[in-house]
């Protein structure tokens, strides 16, 4: 019988308790990945299925099963990887839980996908590659499904390293690829690569200077404001009048198309009137809520909060729109290809390929799209409220125009250029007042080596950006390229 004191036994007893609830929590946390990723192969086998189940007992049945589960895996690594870039700068800004960042992108990604996602589909899957290059209709179908196994696989890998890379990109790199293994370099449009190309370019460049554009207004009109409140009350009702009325027109366009059908001039003077509605039913709302406020910049991020969340919404919506070709595109030319035998006409997006597309991305940002949300928001440069907004803005309104013009834009290029744009401005106003102080003969003057380490913006993560996005191309291409030859050669 021992004769150890009752209390020790009991002191050992929840020692070991703790030690075996430790090992409990560790195993959760190692198993967590393995939780996110048995969900996303359930939803891949569900889409497989689908396209099985609708097509029957067909001798093509079993090409659209495949591809249908590889068109779920690219909407699921879009949803990881490209919906960062529309609710980062809400969530770095404290807007936005990461939870309820989630919750929102999921529903608006959804709509846009469903409500106006034709478009841009249709320049994915025909407008790259020229079917008149391509042997039969069993090269395109090969063609097609290398480019959408390459473009999955590389976003995925991206997506493990960290790397926001663009998911536009990857697909009209592997359409691209296998199209010249397929044809040759015949096989290409370069008129419409070209576009897209110059369209790459040009958008980062010009979400960038929007944003600082955006930004430069607020601290002038607003921030530098001997009555920092009074002025808000009449220049942030302006702004998000400009927002609404921006996507009101977007959504007249192309939202409602299938309802009725409405053109450029009369979609924007619909933007036009719903911005003035809104403009005026927002001025006693942002009156109300600055009662009592301090003149203080902290009011000011107040202020832009709720704007920012409807801003981040809206963007998601056009993102839906937009980057639901990037997983359906291929997958509808596979699924037209398959059904009708014929390649040059024009393609028909069957709803349940959109609705793969917009779950798929859902899918992706709830299980696997915090990672990319905390690098985009909080990673590259400090973000407020007021930068924020600037760059969902900014973003949205690229995003819209290249939407319009029915090109295949990358809105991670476009968001993360918005990111960069406010952080090199603030650099550059800083230098300026910096500058400005220096000329005086009171003030101590700063040593170059110390104005370098007070950069905003984090050249390591800008100079790895740029370097994704340079090599995507090229590496969705070869990689596409290879895996046609494997497809054509082993399935005979």
């Known amino acids: 019988m021992s004769n150890a004191p009752i209390g020790s036994q009991w002191k050992t007893l929840d020692t070991d308790l703790n030690r075996i609830s430790q090992v409990e929590y560790a195993a959760a946390y190692v198993g967590r990945p393995m939780v996110a990723t048995g969900i996303a192969m359930a939803f891949i086998v569900i889409a497989a299925l689908v396209g099985a189940v609708l097509f029957g007992q067909t001798p093509i049945s079993l090409v659209v099963l495949f591809a249908a589960a590889f068109g779920a895996y690219m909407a699921i690594n879009i949803g990881a990887n490209d919906v960062a870039n529309n609710m980062g700068p809400a969530v770095g800004a404290k807007a936005l839980s990461m939870g309820g960042a989630i ?291 900014s973003a949205a309104i690229t995003v819209i125009v290249a939407s319009w013009l029915g090109l295949p834009v990358s809105s991670t290029h476009i968001a993360v250029g918005g990111v960069f744009g406010v952080g090199f401005y603030r650099e550059w106003h800083m230098e300026r007042r910096l500058r400005s102080q220096q000329l005086k003969p009171d003030v101590k003057r700063i040593a170059p080596e110390e104005r370098r380490r007070r950069k905003l913006v984090r050249r390591s993560h800008f100079m790895t950006i740029v370097a994704a996005w340079v090599i995507t191309v090229p590496a969705a291409a070869l990689m596409s390229g290879l895996i046609f030859l494997l497809l054509n050669t082993v399935v005979q």
């Open 103 to 393: 919750l929102i992108a999921a529903i608006c990604e959804s709509a846009g996908a469903l409500l106006a996602g034709g478009d841009v589909v249709s320049t994915i899957s025909k407008g790259i590659i020229d079917p008149t290059s391509v042997q039969n209709t069993r090269t395109f179908i090969w063609a097609m499904m290398a480019a959408l196994i390459s473009s999955a696989l590389w976003v995925n890998l991206a997506t493990w390293v960290g790397a926001p890379v663009s998911t536009t990109h990857s697909v009209v790199g592997g359409v691209m690829g296998a199209g010249i293994a397929a044809a040759g370099f015949a096989a290409v449009n370069w008129p419409t690569m070209s576009a897209i190309a110059a369209s790459w370019v040009i958008s980062p460049i010009l979400g960038g200077a929007v944003a600082a554009m955006f930004l430069a207004f607020i601290k002038a009109k607003i921030i530098y404001q001997d009555d920092k409140i009074a002025a808000a009350r009449r220049w942030v009702p302006v702004l998000v009048g400009i927002m609404a009325g921006t996507f009101t027109s977007y959504l007249a366009l192309k939202g409602l198309k299938r309802v009725i059908e409405i053109d450029l001039p009369a979609s924007l003077a619909i933007g036009v009137i719903v911005g003035l509605l809104v403009w005026m039913v927002t001025r006693p709302m942002i009156r109300r809520q600055s009662e009592g406020m301090e003149n203080r910049n902290k009011s000011l991020k107040t202020l832009f909060g709720l704007p920012l969340v409807v801003s981040a919404a809206l963007l998601s919506f056009a993102h839906g729109a937009n980057d639901v070709a990037n997983a359906v595109g291929p997958l509808a030319a596979i699924v037209h290809a398959a059904e009708f035998g014929d390649f040059a006409a024009k393609v028909a997006i069957p709803t349940w390929v959109m609705v793969i597309g917009a779950f798929g991305i859902s899918f992706g940002l709830f299980l696997f799209g915090p990672k990319l949300i905390r690098m985009v928001g909080s990673q590259i440069t400090k973000l407020n409220p007021m930068r924020a907004f600037c760059v969902a803005l």
